[in-house]
């Protein structure tokens, strides 16, 4: 089993639907000796979302940020080294965002949100790495069908696409922590499990960087 530099190092894996996040939580953490942590999946607006994504926009990101930030908050307090799969940051800049840009949530309720949000935000430690699952369009259908989760068969390519594009935005202009961008499309873990090793060399690499 490998190690990480220290006790209590927070590893953050962030990515679009499909790019294998919840994955290679597992894995990692399995690997280095961390506690996985998993997004909630389990939202109750969910699947009303996918049917009618304008009424319950708002209702499906006040869910998840709240869950988020109980589980990001909780992750602090844990003298435990942690993998996580998603993070809060993208229910804001990604998704929540995406919402607004598109339509499909109306300004009143993105405002909101982002109160709530930036409210929160002072509370929160900044992973010690956050590995970014970059994919393109086919390769992230291609795992969602794999999947095989009822409500997300319905999700349209020009919704992934501009996803992956604030996802972009996100890592290059928003983000301040450290980053290791994973490219799936050229390193597929999944199918190749060899790549898990080049892996973790680079999240070494990457969390040893300036200390």
């Not at 993208?90 to 919402?99: G, P, R, T, V, W």
């Not at 409500?151 to 972009?168: K, P, T, V, W």
Request: glycine share 4%; net charge negative; with cysteine.
């Amino acid at each position: 089993m490998e190690k990480l530099r220290k006790n209590k190092t927070y590893i953050a894996i962030a990515g679009n639907i499909g790019s294998g996040k919840t994955t290679l939580t597992k894995i990692l953490a399995e690997k280095l000796d961390a506690v996985p942590s998993y997004g909630d999946n389990d939202n109750p607006y969910i699947e009303d979302f996918y049917e009618d994504m304008h009424r319950w926009s708002f209702n499906l990101q006040i869910y998840f940020l709240g869950k988020r930030l109980q589980q990001s908050i909780g992750l602090q307090n844990m003298n435990e080294n942690i993998i996580q799969d998603r993070t809060v940051y993208e229910d804001a800049y990604i998704f929540a965002d995406n919402l607004h840009a598109s339509g499909l949530m109306s300004t009143r309720d993105f405002n909101t949100y982002i109160e709530i949000f930036e409210l929160s935000y002072g509370l929160l430690k900044t992973p010690d790495l956050l590995i970014y699952l970059r994919a393109d369009v086919p390769t992230l259908i291609s795992q969602i069908q794999k999947c095989g989760r009822v409500y997300e068969m319905s999700i349209q390519e020009d919704y992934l696409a501009m996803l992956n594009e604030r996802y972009d935005n996100w890592i290059n202009n928003i983000y301040k922590g450290k980053v290791l961008i994973i490219d799936i499309d050229e390193k597929d873990f999944i199918l190749d499990p060899s790549v898990i090793d080049d892996i973790i060399l680079d999240i070494k690499t990457k969390i040893s960087e300036d200390e």
